[in-house]
């Protein structure tokens, strides 16, 4: 528009008629020429080379240009070229674009801010004004503009670079106006900055320091100075080095020297005090920037002695038992899987030994834990001399102890120490001048042996001791071929238990008893049979313990109860002389509330005669101090029924024991008639039996009966009755029947 308005102002008559000429070219021109200025100023700043002076030449020639095309166009008559005022027009339009170029760059870089953008205006209009004018120095350069006028306006000639000089010198000033004004304020700003890191320095919470490029201290807060217990003037100066545990410098100048590299770093050393204290420390190092450049690191240091600590604690914990200071199950686990990888880098085998105290709840539930353990911490205390060097005793919980040893191999070597476990185990424990009596159970596997993997091996050892747990405890087990095949025997055994009392699998064999002086069957024990339809027989002493195990025992004798009731409603319709039967329940039965009910109602049902049906029970039911157990025999005896005790003279035999319970009859266990006819003791206790069940009023059966010797000795002592395979082994009910039938034909 400038250069519209430049020759209007001369009233040049050929202006308007050719403003549609040069008009679009003019502005198309003006716009590439701000477009590519603006771009290329980014350009230079974003690369930071600086290389601006293309630009300005390019500014430079291409306003003296377009300034001189429109001078020449305008006044081709008057062209009349002045050296010195073309000169002066060319340093002007140099010094304008220079100024202008320098503005837009300065101005480029400032923010949104309020005053920038006042600023930025400001400068904006004074760069119009400037442009403006330069037209008018290039006319007054080389035309004879005076003789346009009538009148003599030859001092005309000088305000147009008065003027340009005086913008000139308002462009140059602006930047500097506005650099002094943002000076003052980035002071006061660097004023507050210093100030709020001086705060944030001293008043850290945390030991906070400056380091120089040699390594040594700059500054230090207060907190620093108290962990160091030194004065700060011997703190300054000094090397880092000097407060750091002397097996950490090296690692902690590396990150030192990386943080001067520009690299912040989290690193945990041991620092120590003037006092040689050591601490645990964690260390953050920063680099400080100054003019584009690393003058110092920065340094927070966190106390974490106690953190530290705390973790030691926990992971002892994680890996030893609080009580006893023995391993862990994490830290045994973690030890066999270490053997394990020696066996097969080295081929070194390794045992497991498996303990477990027995008896040990007793001992809980009977005085406390505290007296348990107590116990503990005695047992380990006799293990371990029985161990060799290389033993790796650990607790797994409870008072379960599992025991590695590497390179053991021999069988003997083995025995020799369970054995020795369990012969100290053995002897008596005082607890709080209390006597007390514990034993081990153990197993032992040998890895690859008997098992080529942790799960493998850790599960022999563990059957290994269960077996020495069956086999009457407190002694220890060898883990072999059989004890696997006898483990999965009872699995399949409790496996299948259940589906078989669900497809009724259970029969009832009948041993009969006979009253000794005349040969005739006086009654019948009722024996459990398990008839599986692919194993076959399966014996009561196979299953019974299981069943027991598995909560399955109530059931099972629930389905002979019924069948023994309803059989003795068969025999004895019609039957001149009653034939009673025995039922053998387990102490667990006696438990169940409804078992007095259960009775009366089968008896209702099969409008049976109570005194027809004798319940067996051992003599582990004296022990029970449960009353609801005797209360539930009494009411059993009540309701008309016979209480015999199995097995008599084998475990808790007492007087007061058979005077509490309501017992009608004792039955000689059979280890005393096996060998009756050559062994004193077992007469005598026989013969003891005999005597003390006549002064009770107590009936007698003698089991086992084998021989006639026998026989002809219980009938001496006037046993009234017995049973045995002199007479007759367990028959199923048909055999059983048939039985009957010939001895009533006799």
């Excluded at 001293?202 to 906070?208: A, E, F, L, M, Q």
């Excluded at 102490?587 to 169940?592: A, K």
């Excluded at 039996?689 to 009938?715: F, W």
């Amino acid at each position: 528009m400038t250069q519209i308005f430049v020759p209007l102002s001369f009233g040049s008559p050929a202006t308007l008629q050719n403003i549609a000429a040069y008009l679009p070219f003019l502005f198309l021109a003006g716009f590439f020429a701000s477009f590519f200025v603006l771009k290329w100023i980014k350009k230079s700043q974003h690369s930071r080379d600086g290389k601006f002076l293309p630009l300005i030449l390019a500014v430079i020639i291409m306003i003296a240009l377009v300034d001189f095309a429109l001078a020449y166009y305008h006044f081709t008559d008057l062209i009349s070229l002045k050296i010195f005022q073309l000169a002066m027009a060319l340093l002007f339009i140099t010094g304008v674009t220079m100024a202008g170029v320098r503005f837009v760059i300065q101005f480029s870089l400032e923010g949104r801010n309020r005053l920038a953008l006042i600023w930025k205006l400001a400068g904006s209009v004074t760069i119009g004004i400037a442009l403006a004018g330069l037209p008018y120095v290039m006319i007054f350069s080389i035309t004879d503009l005076p003789a346009l006028f009538e009148n003599d306006v030859s001092g005309i000639t000088f305000i147009p670079f008065s003027f340009q000089l005086l913008i000139m010198i308002l462009l140059f000033l602006l930047p500097d106006l506005l650099r002094e004004k943002q000076i003052v304020e980035q002071e006061k700003r660097m004023e507050e900055h210093i100030h709020n890191y001086e705060a944030l320095f001293n008043h850290h919470p945390n030991p906070v320091f400056l380091l120089g490029k040699d390594g040594s201290f700059l500054n230090a807060n207060h907190e620093f100075i108290s962990w160091a217990r030194l004065p700060k003037e011997s703190i300054i100066g000094s090397s880092i080095l000097n407060f750091v545990a002397e097996k950490d410098t090296k690692r902690a100048m590396e990150y030192i020297v990386d943080s001067f590299k520009g690299n912040a770093n989290h690193f945990e050393i041991s620092g120590i005090s003037s006092r040689n204290y050591i601490y645990e420390t964690r260390v953050t190092s920063i680099p400080m920037w100054s003019n584009e450049q690393i003058t110092g690191v920065y340094g927070i240091v966190q106390d974490i002695t106690e953190a530290k600590a705390n973790e030691k604690k926990i992971t002892y914990l994680a890996y030893h038992d609080e009580l006893t200071g023995l391993p862990t199950r994490r830290a045994f686990f973690e030890k066999i899987s270490s053997l394990e990888t020696a066996y097969k880098e080295q081929g070194d085998t390794f045992a497991v030994l498996y303990i477990d105290l027995d008896k040990f709840k007793e001992l809980n539930d009977l005085f406390g834990h505290s007296y348990g353990d107590e116990a503990l911490k005695e047992a380990v205390l006799r293990i371990k001399p029985c161990l060799p060097e290389g033993a790796f005793l650990a607790r797994m919980g409870g008072d379960e102890f599992s025991l590695l040893l590497p390179g053991m191999t021999s069988n003997d070597q083995i025995g020799k120490i369970a054995a020795s476990i369990v012969e100290n185990i053995r002897k008596p424990f005082i607890i709080d001048k209390h006597e007390y009596f514990l034993t081990a159970s153990v197993g032992a596997a040998i890895y690859p042996r008997h098992g080529n993997n942790q799960e493998s091996i850790l599960k022999s050892a563990d059957t290994a001791m269960y077996h020495a747990k069956e086999n009457g405890k407190n002694n220890y087990k060898m883990f072999s071929d059989e004890l696997a095949q006898s483990t999965r025997r009872k699995y399949i055994v409790g496996n299948e238990l259940r589906n078989a009392i669900i497809r009724k699998e259970f029969d009832v064999y009948y041993q009969p008893k006979v009253t000794l002086t005349s040969g005739e069957i006086s009654g019948a024990e009722a024996l459990v049979r398990w008839i599986h339809p692919k194993i076959g027989i399966i014996g009561p002493n196979e299953f019974i313990p299981i069943a027991e195990e598995n909560g399955l025992i109530i059931e099972i004798e629930d389905i002979v109860i019924e069948k023994v009731l309803r059989q003795l409603k068969s025999w004895n319709s019609g039957r001149s002389k009653a034939l009673p039967a025995a039922i053998n329940l387990s102490q667990r039965h006696f438990y169940q509330e409804n078992i007095v009910a259960k009775f009366k109602a089968l008896l209702h049902e099969y409008e049976l005669d109570p005194n027809l049906v004798e319940i067996e029970i051992t003599e582990s039911i004296m022990m029970d101090q449960n009353p609801a157990v005797i209360t539930r025999l009494h009411e059993l005896r009540d309701l008309g029924l016979k209480i015999s005790m199995d097995d008599f003279g084998t475990g808790y035999s007492s007087l007061s024991y058979i005077k509490r319970l309501p017992i009608d009859k004792l039955k000689i266990d059979r280890s005393f008639i096996m060998d009756l006819s050559d062994n004193e003791d077992s007469q005598a206790i026989v013969s003891l039996i005999l005597s003390m069940a006549e002064y009770l009023k107590l009936e007698v059966v003698a089991e086992g009966i084998e021989d006639q010797q026998q026989l002809q000795y219980l009938q001496n002592l006037k046993c009234s009755e017995g049973q045995g395979f002199l007479f007759s082994k367990p028959l199923a009910i048909n055999d059983f029947q048939e039985l009957l039938k010939q001895t009533a034909d006799l």
